[in-house]
């Protein structure tokens, strides 16, 4: 499918006017009719409720549009906590669904109401010696271990992965929790990443159904929702197909009334974590071209660096380019577009064909709308751009500023040499 940006050169001329590139821009329109096509493909589940996962897109701007649309947040870290409670979330609108986690941000969670998912059967002694009390409402993270398939293709493999708990352990730790207290159970499972494909969510609900009626029965413990984390994925490159939710919405409910429903489980409520769904194709990272380059190859220089967007350079992950204005243009030129950084993966594409691009043009990396801003890094003393809300009404809000140099020297505060350095 062809790839056209939210935004035209026109409005992008005019933001320009006020905010220097790079910055991010966001289409409000776009994530509010995602989440509610969202809401929509699970409407068929009664509890059914979207945990915005914090860490792909953690502003909190973006995070009251979500709000507003009947999400709650998927929190990972401290941060993320504190982020959650400043925008009012509380009690089970929150899922800590952390692993590694130092205790006390178990405290803080509970603090807030969240529902905590445990990564590992050790975190209940931990959990219960930080809190002195085990929560009535509490969810275990599952890892079925081996290569998780889809047809013949393998998605990921979770048996290399560090999170979760066996068949074994997560039974054990039912039981375990039950003695001391807990009531209602969460099972949770992340198996795959940025799937591309309509059979993800329903195969994992399928895994996690049967879980849950097994452990139902070899437990006694009261399962009140299963949680299908996140992994649901946007087609990065132009020639794949985007998921249709619709009918990921309509395979998990066949496998709900295939398995919860027979053994008696149809009040289970569902949950989904999902992250890059919810943002990715909605953001995109504005950057101008500045400098051009003729050696063994030809590169374009732009105002961005992997800083600002380090999935290129940290996975090789392909993000599609715009060159505003030339869209219709041949796309007869190979460039490299690279950044600043002085490495050499700092290049948003290698050997990629686009029209020819001149000094000044305006260039939209698409698709950066989840794990993009939010991975950012300082590395070569570079300071992490604007964030920029496009809404609904063509207007433009600032929802993050730009890092300015007294933001990077901010840490040294407490020593005056920076004072006065402008
Ligand atoms: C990262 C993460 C998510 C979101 O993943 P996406 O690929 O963005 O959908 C959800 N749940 C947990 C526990 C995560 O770590």
């Known amino acids: 499918m062809e790839k056209r940006p939210f935004v035209t050169l026109k409005q992008l001329r005019e933001i320009e006017k006020k905010y220097p590139t790079p910055f991010y821009l966001y289409d409000e329109k776009g994530i509010r009719e995602n989440a509610k096509r969202l809401k929509e493909a699970f409407s068929w589940n009664k509890g059914y409720r979207e945990y915005f996962a914090v860490k792909a897109t953690p502003n909190p701007f973006i995070l009251n549009i979500l709000k507003e649309m009947g999400c709650g947040v998927d929190c990972s870290s401290m941060t993320e906590l504190m982020m959650a409670k400043a925008c009012g979330f509380k009690d089970d609108e929150i899922m800590f669904s952390s692993n590694d986690t130092p205790p006390e941000e178990f405290a803080y969670a509970r603090k807030l109401g969240a529902i905590i998912n445990l990564d590992d059967i050790t975190h209940i002694a931990c959990l219960e010696e930080t ?56 099972i949770h499972a992340f ?57 990921i919405g309509e395979g998990v409910r066949k496998a709900y009334e295939e398995i919860l429903v027979p053994a008696g489980m149809g009040d289970v409520s569902l949950c989904t974590e999902l992250g890059r769904f919810m943002l990715g194709p909605y953001g995109v990272l504005v950057t101008k071209a500045i400098h051009e380059k003729h050696t063994y190859k030809e590169y374009i220089g732009v105002d961005a660096c992997a800083v600002n967007l380090m999935r290129p350079a940290m996975y090789g992950a392909y993000h599609h380019i715009t060159v505003m204005g030339k869209e219709d243009a041949p796309a007869d030129h190979m460039y490299d577009v690279t950044g600043s950084l002085c490495e050499n993966n700092d290049k948003f594409a290698i050997d990629r064909m686009l029209p020819r691009i001149d000094r000044g043009d305006l260039l939209v990396i698409h698709d950066a709308g989840a794990h993009g801003f939010s991975m950012g890094y300082n590395y070569n003393g570079k300071l992490r751009s604007a964030e920029l809300l496009l809404k609904e009404d063509g207007s433009v809000e600032t929802i993050r500023r730009a890092e300015t140099p007294a933001d990077y020297f901010a840490t040294f505060d407490f020593c005056d040499i920076f004072k006065d350095v402008q």
């Not at 013949?152 to 074994?168: L, Q, S």
């Not at 795959?192 to 097994?214: D, H």
């Open 131 to 186: 809190l002195g009390y085990i929560p009535e409402t509490i969810s275990c993270r599952y890892n079925p271990g081996g290569v998780f398939k889809i047809s013949n293709d393998i998605m990921d493999n979770p048996g290399d992965a560090k999170y979760g708990m066996t068949y074994e352990q997560i039974r054990e730790a039912f039981i375990t929790l039950k003695a001391k207290g807990a009531k209602h159970f969460g």
């Open 191 to 247: 198996l795959a990443s940025n799937t591309v494909t309509n059979e993800y969510y329903p195969m994992l609900a399928r895994i996690l159904f049967e879980l849950a009626v097994k452990l139902k029965e070899e437990t006694g413990a009261h399962i009140a929702f299963v949680n299908l984390s996140g992994g649901v994925g946007i087609p990065y490159r132009p020639d794949q197909e985007p998921n249709d939710i619709a009918v």
